[in-house]
């Protein structure tokens, strides 16, 4: 029998102090590139965008993918991508850690429409309020003190 699988993730994670570094103008390079990881790793990428300060991945992984090491590739080949184009100047890396949450197929436009929109969504919202957002939907306990 074949392995079959429907895991969508939308993956959140931001620069390092949450520096507003991802100008506008080259994000879409950075996107194009995260979206090739992905595919190279067998994964189907459905949408993904962001602010100056973090960015949200909206993808199907692959069953013999890690999560944790596929958000690695992608941190540690786009930091490499960032240094050698110099597409950030101000760039200093990305937070440590992620969010990673799961949703079933049936919320996919939502989420596809949600992830489009995230400049007008950060007009009313911060970064901050939106992951801590997040994290209560999922109930995941965590200590504020720990979020920049």
Not at 1 to 23: A, C, D, N, R, W
Not at 55 to 82: G, M, N, Y
Not at 102 to 112: A, E, N, P, Q
Request: proline share 2%.
């Amino acid at each position: 029998m074949s392995t079959y699988t429907q895991i969508l993730y939308q993956i959140v994670f931001g620069t390092k102090g949450h520096e507003p570094t991802l100008v506008k103008d080259h994000r879409e390079e950075l996107y194009k590139y995260i979206g090739g990881i992905l595919k190279n790793n067998r994964c189907h990428l459905y949408r993904i965008n962001g602010i100056e300060d973090h960015l949200h991945i909206l993808t199907h992984l692959h069953p013999s993918v890690a999560l944790a090491d596929v958000i690695k590739d992608i941190k540690l080949a786009c930091s490499e991508l960032i240094k050698k184009k110099e597409l950030f100047p101000r760039f200093g890396g990305w937070q440590d850690g992620y969010g990673a949450f799961t949703y079933s197929i049936d919320r996919k436009d939502v989420l596809v429409e949600y992830i489009k929109n995230q400049e007008e969504y950060h007009r009313k919202k911060t970064f901050r309020e939106e992951y801590i957002e997040l994290l209560r939907e999922y109930r995941i306990d965590f200590d504020e003190k720990y979020l920049l």
